[in-house]
């Protein structure tokens, strides 16, 4: 009865929110510093690098490192969006949050990881054709193709959450501000509100899916079909590298995906703070920091590039 009279008053009064994730680990703002500002420097670091080298170099001018580039571009921006707040809170105790700020995190955040969703996609699709439609890769992905799919992700991404975002403005905070989670997310978000969020749960659950599962569906899809062509090669040697050329790929979608799913593919009620913060930390953090090291380590060509670099900078 309060939340639905306090609905129909319309009147904010909550003008920040207070970021309170990892409740268990509230004494460990040191240890937690310690830990994050590494993993943080590290994102940064490797992103930016294989996002330079794949700008720059001239032999890393095919559409796949076209869209490895964008991968790497929204990595920086998908951590950038949340882990230094996240570690001016371990550091200073600086928790709070504006409501503005709050609200504009929230759709950033969703808006990156919708358009990485749709780029895994597209990647998919660009190794689809690479070795299932060799004869006519070329002609396919062409530059303007490849621009074309890479502004497709970005928008869907932006406007894809646009719709929660807009409702959640409208939503009445009058009460509690205690956001359980390291970064404002839609669901905690809603749990706050003084109002009937049944709207919000739908749209918000509804894009999610959308999103979420059709990108996966169709990113194994093209690995159904990509694994059955591999299968045919005659060669053992050739199957080899011809997966090589895709297994990088696999790697992230599922350190990416599987737990984006647990996350927003499931009832609200089941929401908890803890093991939540913890499984969003692997789609957030810990894999756009794996990604370079992932791409670094698995692709000849990026580690020759790397190395023609450090050659060109030695002299």
């Given at each position: 009865?309060?939340r639905?009279?306090?609905?129909?008053?319309?009147?904010t009064?909550?003008?920040?929110?207070?970021?309170?994730?990892?409740?268990?680990?509230?004494?460990?703002?040191?240890?937690?510093?310690?830990?994050?500002?590494p993993?943080?420097?590290?994102?940064?670091?490797?992103?930016?690098?294989?996002?330079?080298?794949?700008?720059?170099?001239?032999k890393?001018?095919s559409?796949?490192?076209?869209?490895?580039s964008?991968?790497?571009?929204?990595d920086?921006?998908?951590?950038?969006?949340?882990?230094p707040?996240?570690?001016?809170?371990?550091?200073?105790?600086s928790?709070?949050?504006?409501?503005?700020?709050?609200l504009?995190q929230m759709?950033?955040?969703?808006?990156?990881?919708?358009a990485e969703?749709l780029?895994?996609?597209?990647?998919s699709?660009?190794?689809?054709y690479?070795?299932c439609?060799?004869?006519?890769?070329?002609t396919?992905?062409t530059?303007?193709?490849c621009v074309?799919l890479?502004?497709?992700?970005?928008?869907?991404?932006?406007l894809?959450?646009l719709?929660?975002?807009?409702l959640?403005?409208?939503?009445?905070?009058?009460?509690?501000n205690?956001v359980?989670?390291?970064?404002?997310?839609?669901?905690?978000l809603?749990r706050?509100?003084?109002?009937?969020?049944s709207?919000?749960v739908?749209v918000?659950?509804s894009?999610?899916?959308?999103?979420?599962?059709?990108?996966?569906?169709?990113?194994?899809?093209s690995?159904?079909?990509?694994?059955?062509?591999?299968?045919?090669?005659?060669s053992?040697?050739?199957?080899?590298?011809?997966?090589s050329?895709?297994?990088s790929?696999?790697?992230?979608?599922n350190?990416?995906?599987?737990p984006?799913?647990?996350?927003y593919?499931?009832?609200?009620?089941?929401?908890?703070?803890d093991?939540d913060?913890l499984?969003?930390?692997?789609y957030?953090?810990?894999?756009p920091m794996?990604?370079?090291?992932?791409?670094?380590?698995?692709?000849?060509?990026?580690?020759?590039?790397?190395?023609r670099k450090?050659m060109?900078?030695g002299h």
């Amino acid at each position: 009865m309060e939340r639905r009279e306090a609905y129909n008053n319309t009147f904010t009064s909550v003008t920040v929110f207070i970021l309170f994730g990892f409740p268990s680990l509230q004494d460990f703002h040191d240890l937690l510093f310690g830990i994050f500002l590494p993993i943080y420097l590290l994102t940064i670091t490797g992103n930016g690098i294989v996002f330079l080298l794949t700008n720059l170099d001239d032999k890393l001018q095919s559409p796949m490192f076209f869209f490895v580039s964008h991968l790497s571009f929204l990595d920086l921006s998908f951590t950038t969006v949340t882990v230094p707040k996240m570690l001016a809170k371990f550091l200073m105790n600086s928790k709070t949050i504006s409501f503005s700020g709050c609200l504009l995190q929230m759709y950033v955040f969703l808006s990156l990881g919708s358009a990485e969703c749709l780029l895994l996609t597209v990647m998919s699709f660009d190794r689809y054709y690479a070795i299932c439609q060799p004869l006519q890769y070329a002609t396919f992905m062409t530059r303007n193709r490849c621009v074309q799919l890479a502004l497709a992700a970005w928008t869907g991404g932006f406007l894809t959450p646009l719709t929660s975002a807009i409702l959640a403005t409208r939503l009445p905070f009058c009460g509690p501000n205690v956001v359980n989670h390291y970064y404002c997310d839609h669901p905690p978000l809603l749990r706050l509100a003084c109002a009937d969020t049944s709207l919000n749960v739908a749209v918000g659950s509804s894009f999610s899916f959308v999103v979420v599962i059709s990108s996966f569906s169709l990113v194994l899809v093209s690995y159904i079909k990509i694994i059955s062509s591999i299968l045919k090669i005659s060669s053992k040697g050739g199957r080899r590298k011809t997966f090589s050329t895709c297994a990088s790929h696999l790697i992230v979608v599922n350190l990416f995906f599987l737990p984006i799913i647990f996350m927003y593919i499931r009832p609200v009620g089941s929401y908890v703070s803890d093991v939540d913060s913890l499984v969003a930390m692997l789609y957030s953090v810990l894999t756009p920091m794996l990604n370079p090291l992932i791409y670094t380590l698995r692709n000849k060509e990026i580690k020759e590039a790397f190395r023609r670099k450090l050659m060109r900078t030695g002299h």
